[in-house]
């Protein structure tokens, strides 16, 4: 049943089923791309815009580089923690194009994330904003990275302006605490120095890996999503197919605030776009909506990019609010749910629908979407093309159309497995290929799809996956702490914010100030706490385990939720 459900379901133009193998890797992609597209624009940041040409051009250096200063081969990681600035999409694609794994890397992580991430996935090699180059001092004795290069924020802007901004972010706003680091090179001098050099263009197979994009898991240790070529290409042309209707080659504009570090807004704008040619307008700091607003004037943008948290704030925003939006005819929500409430507000705002998706990092990322022209508020959508889902009872018995179950996804953008980790990921996917994602849904009838609950203790802060083990684990590390737990609680600005339980040690003493800062000390912001609570004891089951969904249920019940 499962097989045929959704044949009939996708709108008319759409093939139920694409081809995962039309490319052979991305590098395949990027090149047709680059030469398709060679004059239009592909990303802008601060004032600065490159064409796919020159996007081509300066990979195409730095993946040189890679090849005739280091002694990396292919397959070997490197760590990428950059913002949304130029030299992204320049650093991801040239050390792609040396057959090198990208490792995704927040730059906002702490020191203690980064030697987890670093030494984890075994990369050789890092690639950082000196803003968190400071960081990286701490950790890479602890590592095994050796290759490693630094960039400034205005780095590939013209000499005048890279100047102005580069000091004024070092010595005005003083956001470059000191580091030593001799080894490190700069990235504009690796660029310089690859110049020299022709490519030796490597050609992966499609089952390589492409990425390694890290995840939170039960246990609370951050695992890699393996992410081949083929993967991404899959969803790259599944998005393009379902919800590419209506745009055309060379001629969108896409306005990109999440971060590109985040799967969601790497596929989206990395991948999906660059098949269409499709003009990246890159959002170094979202959160500073002033400074967001006074870039938006100067595009005329035809696609937006974001989730509820971001669409609450800038609907919020006088100024945003002014802004010509005549040209607006896509706008994509995913990362967490959106509310009813903010999807009314942004349509009345900007005259645009929001089509809300569903997907996870280990599904390259996206699975469902609302097809534009026949969007449902309240739903994920329909499963992309050449995807099928289905639900399951606790005993992963396949429940009817219209019941409730834990959602599971089958399709070419399911993940190879976890890093180095069998046992994990034999616990999510099964012999057949189905992926567990851990969320209670129910398929409709006319093959919509809700989430209805998550099934994991997951808590989702602004799109981002936060683990109570993980929280957990740290804050146990604090003195005077006997038990603790980590719960999400429902919060209208973040969708979800995290509250942790504390039980003191008989005789110690501690503050709510103690425990944020020793969180904050040793987790990234999305991470904190917002609530402290300090209890006598914490529910149970009878072997001592903490029954975070008594907490929770408590918490809804305060809130006349439950």
């Known amino acids: 049943m499962i097989e045929n459900f959704w044949k009939d379901k996708y709108p008319v133009g759409v093939a139920a089923e694409i081809n995962p193998d039309q490319y ?28 796919y040409g020159e996007l081509y051009e300066l990979s195409g250096h730095f993946a040189a580089y890679l090849q005739n200063n280091t002694d990396l081969q292919p397959g070997d990681r490197i760590a990428v923690q950059l913002p949304n600035v130029l030299q992204y999409p320049v650093v991801v694609f040239g050390a792609l194009r040396a057959g090198l794994v990208v ?38 004795p602890k590592t095994s990275i050796k ?3 630094i960039t400034e924020v205005g780095d590939l802007l013209p000499p ?12 005005v706003k003083k956001m470059v605490p000191a580091y030593h680091l001799p ?15 022709a490519v030796r263009e490597v050609a992966p197979e499609s089952g390589d890996v492409a990425v390694l994009q890290y995840t939170g898991g039960t246990t ?71 400074a967001t607003v006074k870039e938006l004037v100067k595009f005329r943008f035809t696609g937006f990019v974001g989730l509820n948290t971001l669409f609450v704030a800038l609907c919020n925003n006088e100024e945003f609010r002014k802004l010509d939006f005549s040209s607006l005819k896509a706008t994509f929500s995913g990362g967490m749910a959106l509310q009813l409430a903010t999807a009314e507000r942004w349509h009345q705002v900007t005259g645009c629908a929001i089509s809300e998706g569903y997907g996870m990092t280990e599904t390259s990322p996206v699975a469902s979407v609302n097809p534009f022209g026949n969007i449902q508020i309240g739903t994920i959508g329909i499963p992309l093309p050449s995807t099928l889902c289905k639900v399951v009872d606790d005993a992963g018995v396949e429940q009817p159309i219209g019941s409730i179950g834990e959602l599971c996804i089958k399709g070419p953008q399911v993940m190879k497995g976890y890093w180095q980790r069998q046992e994990a990921t034999d616990e999510v996917i099964d012999a057949d290929g189905w992926l567990k994602t851990g969320d209670i849904a129910v398929i ?109 249920d408590e918490e809804l019940k305060k809130l006349g939720k439950k």
């Open 444 to 552: 409709q009838d006319d093959g919509y799809m809700r989430i209805v609950d998550r099934k994991k203790d997951m808590i989702l802060v602004s799109g981002f996956n936060v683990y109570p083990n993980e929280l957990e684990d740290v804050l146990a590390t604090l003195p005077g702490v006997l038990q603790c737990a980590a719960i999400g609680i429902p919060d209208e600005k973040s969708g979800e914010a995290i509250k942790v339980f504390v039980v003191v040690k008989p005789g110690a003493t501690l503050s709510k100030e103690q425990v944020m800062e020793h969180m904050r000390s040793n987790v990234t912001g999305y991470k904190m706490p917002k609530a402290v609570e300090f209890r006598d004891v914490l529910p149970t089951t009878n072997v001592g385990k903490i029954l975070r969904r008594e907490l929770r």
């Open 183 to 197: 080894q490190a090179i700069k990235l504009t001098s690796a660029l310089a120095q690859g110049r020299a050099h």
């Open 220 to 290: 609370g240790v951050a695992k890699g999503a393996m992410l081949t070529h083929r993967n991404l290409i899959a969803n790259m042309l599944q998005v393009q197919g379902l919800m590419g209707a209506g745009m055309s080659e060379g001629e969108e504009v896409l306005i990109a605030p999440l971060p590109l570090y985040h799967i969601y807004a790497f596929t989206f704008h990395c991948m999906a776009m660059m098949l269409v040619g499709g003009h990246n307008v890159l959002i170094t700091n979202p959160r500073d909506l002033p």
């Open 160 to 171: 005048l302006k890279r100047l102005l901004v580069n000091s004024v972010v070092k010595y």
């Open 103 to 140: 490792v995704n890397t927040n730059p906002l992580y702490t020191a203690r994330e980064m030697e987890h991430q670093f030494n984890d996935s075994g990369a050789k090699a890092l690639v950082s904003l000196a803003n968190m180059a400071h960081l990286s001092e701490q950790v890479l």
């Open 24 to 51: 052979p890797n991305i590098q395949a992609v990027l090149k047709q791309s680059c030469q398709r597209f060679a004059n239009k624009p592909a990303f802008s940041n601060m004032g600065k815009t490159i064409s």
């Open 147 to 149: 290759t490693v290069i």
